[in-house]
């Protein structure tokens, strides 16, 4: 018996595997055998179909879920990377800041320490002085004269005069010993009040 050919719908394939199926049973022999094969390897091959592409979309969604990370990952790096920039310029800064720091007070250390050697070193001179001229004034007020007082007035503005004159040149060492004189003469003025007339 002869079958029609009748030419397959445009359907899904659901629609096409039942169609052969029918058709394969109204055809007897070899025929029907290879509508029932053509129907079970259109439904193997739909089903394969159909696996590739849940395969396919699962892949393209990973795919795109990977790309999104690996997006967020290269701008979280980028951020990193440029907060680390920023901190290590900040790092490089204090640590210049500091070493400048460092050396400034270094330096300033090094004048103090110098200004405190000089200060000690003329200290120690002029206690030495001091102490010359004590003692100049001690053996000095041993041997004690008598003078007028007009003459003692007189010496003490000379020695103010000479105080005076040596600060204006700088020279500490005559302007104590005329001070220490003069300061003499004050004792002396002041021991002839306290004593009054005899």
């Not at 849940?54 to 907060?83: C, F, M, V």
């Not at 901190?87 to 400048?100: F, G, K, R, Y």
């Not at 270094?106 to 030495?128: P, V």
């Not at 010496?155 to 005329?178: H, I, N, P």
Request: with cysteine; hydrophobic share 45%; charged share 25%.
């Amino acid at each position: 018996m002869s079958a029609t050919v009748v030419p397959l719908p445009p359907s899904s394939s659901s629609e096409t595997i039942a169609f052969l199926r029918r058709m394969a049973s109204m055809v007897s022999g070899r025929n029907g055998e290879m509508l029932l094969r053509a129907a079970a390897l259109i439904e193997s091959l739909a089903q394969r179909a159909m696996t590739a592409e849940r395969l396919y979309h699962r892949q393209q969604e990973e795919n795109t879920r990977g790309t999104e990370l690996r997006e967020a990952a290269e701008l979280a790096s980028d951020a990193w990377a440029r907060q680390n920039d920023e901190l290590l310029a900040q790092l490089a800064e204090v640590t210049a800041a500091a070493a400048a720091e460092r050396t400034s007070f270094n330096a300033e250390r090094g004048k103090l320490s110098c200004l405190m050697q000089d200060a000690e070193t003329h200290i120690g001179k002029l206690t030495t002085e001091l102490e010359t001229l004590r003692a100049s004034v001690d053996s000095f007020s041993e041997t004690v004269v008598s003078v007028p007082i007009e003459a003692l007035r007189l010496a003490r503005t000379q020695f103010e005069f000479l105080s005076g004159s040596f600060a204006r040149k700088g020279d500490v060492v005559s302007q104590a010993m005329s001070e220490i004189g003069g300061f003499a003469i004050d004792q002396a003025l002041t021991a002839k009040k306290t004593a009054g007339p005899a």
